[in-house]
Each structure stands twice: as structure tokens, then as C-alpha cells.
């Protein structure tokens, strides 16, 4: 150990040397300064510029002028609305931003068709000034329109024009104006005169005209606008997105103003609407009962040849008068009272209630405008949440209350005026037997014509109702109130050019430091069989295993030429040289334990694509995890092998024998493998037990081969333990990732007999590291290269 203290030391550099590593490659770093500002310069040419747009409003508070009169009304539920209150912009915040009306602002301006002209190394957008505009007319059924190829145009002429695409699936010339039918729909071209100059300027240069899917448009747009409430306490919002066109940005922003004022109006109109469609309703119904009264009144009086009421009945009659019309009112509210809770009754909670049909009483129309006011914010609120969101649960709460004292309320009422109405019956009973003089169909008579008044002003009464309701419905003003129109900043936003031009002359500096510092750090990992060699000049190299690409099978089939499987069978012709040289008194060498220095050298890999090759010779080959504190053989197996009991079981259980353990691979019939078991919590003293002897002494008389995956040597005193069972001992040595210091370790074990028997495998070798520093590696077959891969090569 104390060489390999004194090889670590002596491989660290002198701060000279490092300083003289950076200063002797000096023109580097002038010319990577020079080179990315001259980048820089180009990149800020053609980069897409962008710019700032930003509008603000007010967000008007309809419920302001009748808050104090809701709170007193529901002083319990007190702190709630506070909390309600507070997040009501932010609720509206939401709406703004949701792709509900992002997208109808989208759809309205036709953002999801780009139109931009063909540059030699920039397109410009062409939303401000284009010369033409196509409209897709009809798409087909099996088309999808996130897949519609982009069409690019060249004009010919004020008449005519030339139309493809970039797959050669169109390619035809047509009029402006006419119907074209293309492969995945109808278009039409309309030629745009508004600006003369800008048309000529068009023609015989391409245009390209890009189709998006709605959708898609509508989410990226909801991912770049912004909208905030900067002024706390205060109904302001402010709109803005960053876009390379401003006008396309200032248009959507003002459009998605205009929409959020629509769908607000819609909300709104929706109470006016659903009292407008109850009181139609009730129209139909009261038509039918006065042409039926009036009917019945006709044949009376036909029939009965009465045309006059009999003058000594008149003061009977007028002293009747006065309890006539308090009956009507009694009857009139008692009717409606008995509608709105029928309704009520048959409605559900989500339904909005009908409002000012003329109820008397000022409680119930208050209470009847909270529960619609409520309905609507609840509605509002689930278009931007789900029903879970505790707002949304208070609220319905808050409605099922609300709800419950309005029916409380319409049934005290109508309690009230049947009382009312009883009376009422009882005096007109009085009057009624001072008529008993008065003939029986002058009775009958005044009792049709009564009912007939009663439902003539009840008529009148619902079409003044209906007409409110209606005005209500066309008069609406915006919810947002406009204070600045959209609006774009002269100075863009992106790219800021002193920071970039900052940051590349500092990229500059930086990229040949990191070459150098990069190339300097390489030098302390293994890179070839000569490094190795030079370290290690006593121990035998006997294979380099590639180095693989990124989805490159890591384990050797059947029938495998790639060069992963002849590095293997390399590696397992030289290992039987080794097992003839090691053979005495006629036993049989066939047991190779794999280590390495460290955790993750690739010993498993190596492992397991040995017992691979050694099995594809159709000899019968054990695979054991012997690395019992973190074994990494599961990797290779399915989840329903890595359960079984293994070499941990075998050794704490007398009863287990080797065939009991080992399992054949799915990936070859001559190969079993036994798994380490369960993780011990004294594994060193485990592997002392002689049990272990008996493992191995039994596994190389049931199998031609017996391969044994380790532990990490320097980590672990595991493998030096049980290294005096192995016949060969592979030390595996990863390129590009064991340190070269850490080679003094299996030199000094070697030298002082923990490791007996060592031969050394180089893993993850680069193509140009094969062999002797040579350039072909096991390419033993035709094998296509890119350009730059053989250039550097």
C-alpha cells in the first residue's frame, strides 16, 4: 500500500504545470473570443426579435351596490364571504386565462394559420401585411388537421397562382378565388388589393401558409399570456405576451378582452332569460284558462239572454267592490306564491329561480337575486375548477340555504294569505245572503265575470313582467372596462444583445478552458491496454471489451456478430490458455472469479456475458452472485427470478444443495444461474464458513464452468476471502472511468498474495483505444459509418 500511496502522489501535478497547460494554448482563447462574438453577431441577424405587448382594464363588481344588503342577510356565513370576496379577482384572473376563451380568441382572428415568406435564412411573418388569404372550406372525415401539410405559394399573377408541398403530395397551378380540392380538403384563395405595393411585392416569391390545430394554438397562447393583478386591493388587471409580431399580439390581446366581455354577458343574461322562459310558460297556461272563462261567459249570457245586471243588485254590488279587489290581490299572490314553489319544488339546485314576478314583499326578491347571483359564481367558478374546490363546496352550502329559506318563506306566505283569504270569503258570504233576492243567474253571472277579471289582469300583469325581463336581457354592459388598449413596446424584449454579447466573449474564454481543463481531467482515467499495461506489467491483459452506444444490447445473442460478442470470444479463447496452464494433478480448472477495484467497472456485465459465450459452446455453465452485499445479477433476470434463495441460503442451510439454487437463463439452456440471496448482516464472516468451500467444490463438479461475480476488491475484503478458490481471477478495469491510481491496488494484492491467479479485462473501450492504439478494432464486417464518425476516425 505504500506504492500505491507514493504512485498517487507522484501522478497529482505542480501548480507550474497546471498554470503552463492553459498559458501555452493562449492564440486559443483569442480565437474563441473572436470567434463567438462573430457568432453572436450572426446569431443576433437572424434570431426572431421579440416584443412586449400589454393592456390593462377594470374588472367591474356588479354585486357592489346590494353587498351590504347580501351581508346582513347572511352575517353568518360572514368570514366566508370575506374570504370570497379576496378571491374574486383572482377567480376572474382564471377566466382570462382559460383556454375556453383563449381559444374563441384564436378562432376569431385565424391565429392558427401562419402565412410567412420564405427568406434564405429567416421566414417573416406576414400577419400584418399578406397579399393573399386561403380558407380551408371543408377538411375530410380520416384527415387530421394537426397533420395538414404545409402549402406554399408563389403568385404569378394578379389572376393566377402556384401551389405545393414540401412531401410532392400538391402541386398544381389555379384562380384566385376558386375551389380547390387538395388531398385533405377543399381551399380557396382570395387575393388581398388593400395595399397594391405590397401584393406586387409578393408575386414570384414563396409564401408558405402553415394550418395548426386549434387546439394546439389555444394552449401555447394560454402558456404565454400573463395575467396579474399588480395593484393589491384593486380590481386592475394587466394583460401582456411576448410575441416577434405586435400586432398579432395587440389583436389578441384586445380580442381576448372583447370575449371575456361576451362570455360575462352571456352569465348575466341568463337570469333575465330563464324568467323570461317562466313567465312565457305561465302566459300559455293563464291564455287558456281566460279564452276558456271567457267562453263559459258567452254561453251564460246566450243562453240566460241577460245584458244587463239589475239595477237594485248595483249597491249590493258596489258595497262588494271593496272586498272583490282585496280578493283578487289575496288570489293573485297566493297563485304566484304556489307557482314559484311548484317550481321550486320540481327544479334542481343547479337552476336559476325566476326573479321579480311580482311577489309582494321585499324579502323574497332580495333572497331570489342572492341564490341567482350565487348560481352564477358557482357556475363561473367550475369552468375553471372542479366541483372539490372548497369555494365551490361553501357556495353550494351557501345555496342550499339560501334555497331552503326562500321555500320557508313562499310556504309562511302562502300560509298567511290562505288565512287571509279565508276571511275574506267568510265577509263576501255576508254580502253574498243580502243577494239571496238577486235572481240565481245573475249569481252564476257575476261569478264567470269575476273570473274573468281575475285572469284578464292577471294576463296583463305576466306581459308587463316579460317585457322587464326582456329589457333586462338586450341591455348589458362589458364586464372588463377598457382603461388602455393593447398596446407594443418600441424596444424588444428579446434577445437583450449587451448580455449576449457579454455572455459570448465569456463563452469564449470559457470554451478552450473547458477543453483543456476537460483533456486534463481525462488524463487521470484509464484510456487503453497501455495504460494499463504500464502499471500493471506483470499481470496478463487478456481482453477489451467495446465500449457500447446508446441503445446497443448489452448482452450476446445466439448467432452474434457484433463486435461486443467477438471481444467475448477473444476474451474466452485467452482464458482457456490460462485454465490449460493452471491444470495440475488432473483437476479440473474451470472456476473464474470477476472483480474490479470499484463499483461500477462493468464486473457484472462482464459476468455475465463470459458465462454467455463459455454456454453458446454448448458446455454446461454456472453464473453465481457472489457479491452478497449488493448483488447486481437481478438486473438481467426477470422480477419473478430475483426472489429465489442463493448462495446465502446455502450456506446458512445444511439441507440446500446446488441444483436446489440454480436456475436455467432464459437467454441460453446450458447456462444456470445462482443468485446471491438475501443480504446478511455479517457477510464477511458468512464466506469464512466452510460451507462456501462446499458451494464451490460442488458447483465445479456439476458444471463445465463455473463463472462468479465479486465484490469490488478495494471496497470489500468479500473477494479477498475467496479468491484462493478461483482457478482465474478476471480484474476488470473500466476505460474512461477507473482512475490510473487505482491500479496500484490490484498490483500491491497481487504482489503480496491476496490475488492469486489475476488476468486483467479492460471494459468500455473506445473504438480509437482498441488494441495497440490501432483504428479498426473486431470490425470484421461491413459496417456503415456517418461522415464525421470516419472523419475523426
Not at 375556453?100 to 420564405?118: F, G, H, M, P
Not at 435564412?121 to 404545409?150: G, H, M, Q
Not at 378582452?257 to 317562466?278: C, E, L, W
Not at 464466506?687 to 468451500?693: A, H, K, P, Q, W
Amino acid at each position: 500500500m505504500s506504492n500505491f500511496s507514493q504512485n498517487q502522489h507522484q501522478n497529482e501535478p505542480s501548480l507550474r504545470e497546471v498554470i503552463d497547460r492553459y498559458i501555452r494554448y493562449w492564440y486559443l482563447f483569442v480565437l474563441g473570443v473572436i470567434v463567438a462574438v462573430a457568432a453572436t453577431m450572426v446569431y443576433l441577424r437572424y434570431t426572431t426579435t421579440y416584443y412586449m405587448s400589454t393592456a390593462t382594464v377594470i374588472i367591474k363588481d356588479d354585486r357592489s351596490a346590494s353587498n351590504s344588503g347580501e351581508l346582513a342577510a347572511f352575517s353568518e356565513l360572514g368570514s366566508f364571504l370575506n374570504r370570497f370576496g379576496d378571491n374574486k379577482i383572482e377567480n376572474e384572473l382564471a377566466v382570462f386565462r382559460s383556454k375556453r376563451i383563449i381559444k374563441e380568441a384564436v378562432k376569431t382572428l385565424d391565429l392558427n394559420v401562419v402565412y410567412e415568406s420564405i427568406g434564405t435564412f429567416k421566414n417573416t411573418n406576414l400577419y400584418e401585411y399578406k397579399p393573399f388569404e386561403i380558407r380551408y372550406l371543408s377538411f375530410n372525415d380520416s384527415v387530421v388537421t394537426s397533420r395538414i401539410p404545409k402549402l406554399n405559394f408563389k403568385i404569378l399573377s394578379e389572376t393566377t397562382y402556384e401551389v405545393w408541398a414540401d412531401n410532392k403530395s400538391i402541386n398544381q397551378t389555379n384562380d384566385f378565388g376558386e375551389r380547390v380540392e387538395l388531398p385533405f380538403g377543399g381551399i380557396t384563395v382570395l387575393p388581398i388589393f388593400d395595399h397594391p405595393a405590397v401584393f406586387d411585392h409578393y408575386i414570384n416569391k414563396t409564401i408558405s401558409v402553415t394550418y395548426r390545430d386549434i387546439d394546439l394554438v389555444a394552449s401555447a397562447y394560454q402558456k404565454k399570456i400573463k395575467v396579474v393583478n399588480e395593484i393589491k386591493n384593486s380590481n386592475v388587471v394587466i394583460l401582456s405576451l411576448r410575441s416577434p409580431v405586435r400586432a398579432q399580439a395587440e389583436d389578441f390581446i384586445d380580442e381576448l378582452v372583447f370575449q371575456y366581455n361576451k362570455d360575462a354577458i352571456n352569465d348575466r343574461g341568463q337570469v333575465a332569460k330563464k324568467t323570461s322562459d317562466f313567465i312565457d310558460s305561465r302566459l300559455e297556461i293563464i291564455t287558456r284558462e281566460l279564452d276558456s272563462v271567457e267562453t263559459n261567459k258567452e254561453q251564460f249570457k246566450s243562453e240566460n239572454r241577460l245584458t244587463d245586471i239589475e239595477a237594485e243588485a248595483q249597491l249590493i254590488l258596489q258595497n262588494a267592490s271593496e272586498f272583490e279587489k282585496r280578493r283578487f290581490d289575496v288570489t293573485t299572490q297566493l297563485e304566484l306564491a304556489n307557482t314559484m314553489i311548484d317550481y321550486m319544488e320540481n327544479s334542481s339546485s343547479n337552476d336559476l329561480l325566476p326573479a321579480n314576478i311580482g311577489l309582494s314583499g321585499e324579502e323574497v326578491s332580495r333572497s331570489v337575486d342572492n341564490y341567482n347571483e350565487l348560481i352564477l359564481r358557482r357556475n363561473e367558478l367550475l369552468k375553471t375548477s372542479t366541483s372539490k374546490n372548497p369555494v365551490v363546496i361553501n357556495l353550494n352550502n351557501q345555496i342550499e340555504d339560501i334555497r331552503s329559506g326562500i321555500l320557508g318563506s313562499l310556504k309562511n306566505t302562502t300560509s298567511g294569505l290562505k288565512i287571509s283569504l279565508r276571511d275574506l270569503n267568510f265577509k263576501e258570504a255576508s254580502i253574498n245572503s243580502r243577494l239571496s233576492q238577486v235572481p240565481t243567474t245573475e249569481k252564476i253571472y257575476r261569478g264567470i265575470e269575476r273570473q274573468q277579471s281575475i285572469k284578464e289582469q292577471l294576463y296583463l300583469f305576466l306581459l308587463q313582467q316579460r317585457e322587464k325581463a326582456n329589457i333586462s336581457l338586450a341591455v348589458t354592459a362589458p364586464k372588463a372596462k377598457v382603461v388602455d388598449k393593447a398596446f407594443s413596446s418600441n424596444v424588444p424584449v428579446s434577445p437583450n444583445k449587451s448580455l449576449i454579447y457579454l455572455g459570448a466573449a465569456l463563452a469564449g474564454l470559457l470554451l478552450p478552458f473547458s477543453i483543456i481543463y476537460t483533456r486534463s481531467l481525462l488524463n487521470n482515467k484509464v484510456a487503453n491496454r497501455r495504460d494499463v499495461e504500464m502499471i500493471l506489467p506483470d499481470i496478463s491483459l487478456i481482453g477489451e471489451i467495446p465500449k457500447l452506444s446508446k441503445g446497443d444490447e448489452q448482452l450476446i445473442q445466439v448467432n452474434d456478430r457484433s463486435i461486443l460478442a467477438e471481444s467475448f470470444r477473444i476474451l474466452r479463447t485467452n482464458l482457456q490458455y490460462l485454465f490449460i496452464n493452471k491444470l495440475n494433478n488432473n483437476k479440473k480448472a474451470n472456476t473464474v472469479f470477476v472483480t474490479s477495484t470499484i463499483k461500477g467497472e462493468g464486473k457484472t456485465f462482464v459476468a455475465f456475458n463470459l458465462a454467455l459465450t463459455l454456454a453458446l459452446t454448448g458446455k454446461k455453465v454456472a453464473l453465481i452472485g457472489a457479491d452478497i452485499r449488493n448483488p447486481q445479477l437481478q438486473r438481467y433476470l426477470p422480477k419473478d427470478s430475483q426472489s429465489r434463495k442463493g448462495l446465502t441460503e446455502y450456506i446458512i442451510d445444511p439441507s440446500l444443495t446446488v441444483k436446489d439454487l440454480a436456475a436455467k437463463s432464459s437467454y441460453n439452456e446450458n447456462l444456470c444461474i445462482v443468485l446471491s440471496g438475501v443480504i446478511p448482516p455479517n457477510p464477511a464472516e458468512l464466506l469464512m464458513e466452510s460451507r462456501t468451500n462446499e458451494f464451490f467444490e460442488e458447483a465445479r463438479g456439476l458444471y463445465d464452468y463455473v463463472v462468479v461475480d465479486t465484490a469490488p476488491s478495494m471496497l470489500v475484503t468479500d473477494t479477498i476471502l475467496i479468491n484462493k478458490l478461483a482457478d482465474v481471477t478476471l480484474y476488470v478495469v473500466r476505460a474512461n472511468y477507473t482512475e490510473r491510481k487505482l491500479l496500484g491496488f490490484p498490483k500491491d494484492a497481487t504482489e503480496d498474495g491476496r490475488l492469486v491467479n489475476v488476468a486483467t479485462v479492460l471494459n468500455n473501450v473506445s473504438m480509437v483505444n482498441f488494441g495497440y492504439g490501432n483504428k479498426y478494432g473486431y470490425a470484421y464486417s461491413d459496417e456503415q459509418r456517418g461522415f464525421l464518425r470516419r472523419f475523426f476516425r
